[in-house]
């Protein structure tokens, strides 16, 4: 080194690593392979067919179901990864793998040969799980009308055409339809999937919606207007919700291909997480209620009761310390068997269940302002007048049209920010 600066010119400057250090290499997480196609990918998928390559709404291609004992999903183990080092030798460690494990369902069992393969102990249609495949019992219809009269079926229900009007369909394990559900009633455990539409007919005010679907998973359809619809997980459209009355534990997304499609207007919709549409409301007098996150009550009232809990347990230490404070200004000679019994059961200096408390209130609390983050409402192309936006107690309306734009709430107030332009927080 000192020779090679005394050979530089004026200027020049010579750079020399004495020290390299290594980054760690990251490991894998372990992966779940389906082994068998998913029914519901196949309904959204119709197939090809003719000369001319057009697709045929009503060719659904053959139902996918399994046999027995045949391999339905292989899991691939974590790989750990490596230490890397720093400059100076300090080890940096790689971050924490997840090796969850294979789950078996209804309807399967770890290969005998291999315990990271899963095989069907039953002919039926799969349900693809995140760590697992359940298979259900299948019943295969072409459509659902007179003719077939309601269905009520254990299992899975996958109907290839229609669900006529004022038909019904429950199903203890998933409904697939590959055309419309007009007018009808749809009850499922699992999920709900309709390759093509939801159609219920406008009613007056206060009467019921003459299309009902209640899901116990998800609700996928391609369109719905004027129907009621309840789902325990995500409810997703791609072209519209027009005028629908929605309730759903999880999110609702109205996205489409094109910036015309996935429209959200008209009707309520209540969403225990996030709300993602392109067009928001619709130009009219036409007005949207939305109320987002309607989890947060649950987050609120947890930590309300936390709170309680935790001020009781506060002044029942300060009854303890001043308790104690009294027996002890008694001369130890002079107090009683019963005075030193309860002095020892005091134990004033004890704060571990307080600790927890605050522990669990803290958590509570990070939890939900990372939820408040993640569940807005947003629109990606543009947002309308007469759109109501509720989060808690809290609701503003729009007055006039913007482009995309974010509705997030941080427990006092709706912040509006559309993505064009600044503006400021409707009120």
Known sequence: MLLLSQQLKSGESYTQPVAIGKRPKEGKDAQFIPLVADPRDRVLKPQASGPNGKVDMRDLGAVVTVGENEQVMRRIPAKPG????TVTGAIIPPRPVKDLPLKPGAGTRFSPDNPNTLLSTMSGMPVIKASGVEIDEALCLSKVDISTGHIKFKGSVVISGNVEPNMEVTATGAITVGGFVESASLKAKGDITIAKGIIGHNVDDGEPK???????GDVVANYAQFATIKARGDVQFTVHSLNNDIACSGDLLVTGGNKKQGTLSGGEAKVGGKVICNQLGVEGDTATYIEAFANYKHYAEKFEELQSRYTALQEQKMVSIRREIELKKIPKSSRTEEQNAELAALN????????????????IELELYAKLELNTVESLVQTHTRVTVQFDDEKVTTKSTHGPATFSYNKQIITFAPKLKEEDILV
Do not use: M, P, Q, V
């Open 82 to 85: 490596e230490n890397g080092y």
């Open 210 to 216: 003459s299309c009902h679907i209640e899901s116990g």
């Open 348 to 363: 004033s200096a004890d704060t571990e269940a307080i600790d927890k408390l605050n522990e669990e209130k803290e958590r």
